[in-house]
């Protein structure tokens, strides 16, 4: 990897002098490595791999256009993987972790226009009561009460990331038991 290093410094110094041929090979020599870096990136923190070319594209795009920035007196690597990180950050964020519950699994437990209670007898309340606290206190503050995620965390003492978390444990935690009540 050092002999590698290298060279990507001498064809970054040699592409901002102007050499086009040198630029074109430098590209061409990260462009598998950063796609072994975004996949390895994605799949370490529990993603699909489907947009490491995604990641890849926008790394070579941020390169290009700062690479006036880079210290011809520094290692092109740490620089170019400083970028790729920021840009798997960026992709994870934007995908982030959420926990997708259909809403199929609720069809038969949402009450129908006339009726008071859950169609098929599920008792919600019942539910609620065999959550942890912190997850039915929120559940109740933004589900019952309309409170919204940044009211909660005031009311509660909580960062608004804890609340979403508990709010979406809590959901899912709903979604399982209500789903063995089920026929």
């Known amino acids: 990897m050092r002999g590698q290093e290298h060279e990507w410094t001498g064809l970054m110094r040699s592409a901002n002098a102007g050499d086009a041929a040198a630029y074109h090979r430098l590209l061409s020599a990260i462009t598998p490595v950063l796609r072994a870096v975004a996949r390895r990136g994605l799949l370490r923190a529990g993603q699909s791999p489907d947009q490491s070319e995604d990641i890849v594209q926008e790394t070579l795009l941020v390169v290009h256009l700062k690479r006036h920035t880079w210290d011809p007196n520094a290692a092109f690597a740490p620089w170019l993987f400083t970028i790729a990180r920021n840009?798997?950050?960026?992709?994870?964020?934007?995908?982030?972790?959420?926990?997708?519950?259909?809403?199929?699994?609720?069809?038969?437990?949402?009450?129908?226009?006339?009726?008071?209670?859950?169609?098929?007898?599920?008792?919600?309340?019942?539910?609620?009561?065999?959550l942890p606290p912190r997850q039915r206190d929120?559940?109740?503050?933004?589900?019952?009460?309309?409170?919204?995620?940044?009211?909660?965390?005031?009311?509660?003492?909580?960062?608004?990331?804890?609340?979403?978390?508990?709010?979406?444990?809590?959901?899912?935690?709903?979604?399982?038991?209500?789903?063995?009540?089920?026929?």
């Open 138 to 183: 929120v559940l109740q503050s933004i589900s019952v009460e309309g409170l919204s995620i940044a009211e909660t965390a005031k009311k509660f003492a909580m960062r608004e990331g804890a609340v979403r978390v508990a709010l979406h444990r809590g959901l899912a935690a709903l979604a399982a038991r209500a789903r063995k009540d089920l026929p």
């Open 87 to 130: 840009k798997l950050i960026d992709a994870l964020r934007r995908r982030g972790r959420r926990v997708f519950v259909d809403i199929d699994d609720f069809i038969d437990v949402l009450p129908g226009e006339e009726a008071s209670e859950p169609a098929s007898g599920v008792d919600i309340e019942a539910h609620l009561q065999q």
